[in-house]
């Protein structure tokens, strides 16, 4: 890398603010202002594609998982900056997320999750910005409604799924988002079975999960059980390959104990390709065998149902071209990544072009498939797209990005990211219709290339300019951990609200006029219902007796965007916060006798200091 001095800085800062007022926000040409050379002008022309001035808006959403912070990071691009956070499987004291009845109940017994690939909905192939979908390893998926940010629903713990890693990838229409097992263990839970059964006693579980396609509401659609590997991630097939989601996996050899040594033995693992239109007709049907509650369908008695595609060592990322056409797989301990062709896959599996098969599963011959093994550089992870047929792969050991051409596998360009890169994400390119323009770098690690912050050093994003022929590196930001995976979509497919509509307040308890603010008794369960507007909290003060359950209902009335009302009440552990237009419950029983002052904990007007009240507990 190359140091600066402050004069050179001075010069690309000058350079900047010359052509931004020579040309408002248009791309650059080369920037007159700067001087010193070519390094500068890099600079400045790619401060200029980056920067979004005070009050303009970025083109992309980012949405970044945040790993096992349990959450999800927005950050506009191509600015980088970080707009908001949204609470998935985490509560989050900010917008009082686990705190309140319903997303308390949402999170269940867990307080944490960890959260890998986001999967934003689609129709015909294409992001749609109606919800965002999440796994979690604990077993369970999420969705986001993107009308309003916020966790709308947590499924699971599913039944058999241990360690949900191959997931939330979507299919096309958002029919399906899928879960993997990374962890294969018998079956139902809680049978347990000494580690040396392994190979025949433990089971892999791929599932589908159904997707309401006006709600959004998830329900468990399918579940077929396989041999025990672990399945790592998947995506699902489009256009020509639609009908069929794929999954990696690795440790087919079977093994335990230190897998870095025994699951490494083999030099081909496993794609799984599954007809997931087959598997919802026998769901359908009501074939299966009930295990852990859920009918599991088993792939060797419904033949056509699954087949295994070898891949490369230890496979991390499967990714289907936009036209659907090639299945790029990538196999971590390897030099290449290759590209299966659909067409070929087909014609094998009709020809019964097998070289065996994994518990009844066939096995397809490598060389009838596969069309190229591209060699990218070392360490392949995972591919994303462009809208001109160029692939970019992320390789984790050259710590760089490859770009390559789909077709005639020709390798154009390389990129070095500044440490260890796992995922990339290119602006909506896993779609039918790539964007091309950007592509994030999602690495693991930032070796000091930032201010430092003692021995944990935050992982650092990287912004690569994909415009042109050659990628160029525009700019570093600093994600939260762990963005494992990312989705960008166009800014302009989003549409959120600006407050909950009165009329679409349907909450038993929610109350619109000060006057219906009060206290009601049934026994010892009391009900409180608040009215917050600026700025009183109604009622101003209640009594209760000690050992009361009891529910405070607030109900935010402002129709204003951005009128926040939160509620903390001291010495109880509640934290509320209630947008405009909302209903929030929370429940608990008044332990401690006393005088608990209540508040407001969002600032919301030059009174909002006085927006308090008391319960008084006798
Ligand atoms: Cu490469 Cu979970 Cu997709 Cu991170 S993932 S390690
Ligand atoms: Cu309401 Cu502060």
Redesign the pocket.
Known sequence: MKTRGKGTILATVAGIVALGLLAGRCAPSAPKGAKKGAAVSDTAAAAMKVYVAPGDLDEYYLFASGGHSGQMYVYGLPSGRHISTIPVFTPYPATGYGFDDDSKKMLGDLTWGDA??PGLSETNGDYDGRWLFINDMNGRIARIDLRDFKTKQILGPVPNVSGN?ASSFVTPNTEYAVMGSRFSIPIPKGTAVEVGKYATDYKGVLTGIKIDPNTGEMSIGWQIVMPPFDYD?GDAGKLVSNGWVFFTSYNTERAIGKLEVTASQRDRDYIAAVDWKMAEQLAAKGEGTVIGGVKVIDPAKNPGLVYFMPCGKSP?GVDVSPDGKYVIGSGKLQGVTTAFNWEKVQTAMRNKDFTGDEDGIPVLKYESIKDAEVPVGLGP??TQFGPDGYAYTSLFVDSAIAKWKLGTWEVVDKVPMSYSI??LSAAEGDTVSPDGKWLVGLNKLSHGRHLSVGPSQPESSQLVDISEEKMKLALDFFTEPEP??AQIVKADKIKPIEVYPKEENKHPLAVWDVKDAGLTRNGNKVTVKMVEVRSTITPTDFEVKEGDEVTLAITNIEQTTDELHGLGLLDYNINIVVDPGETKTVTFKAKKKGVYPYYCTNFCSALHQEMQGYMIVR
Do not use: I, K, R
Request: charged share 0%; aromatic share 10%.
């Open positions: 890998h690939h890693h991630l991390h992870l995972h796992g995922h494992h995976y």
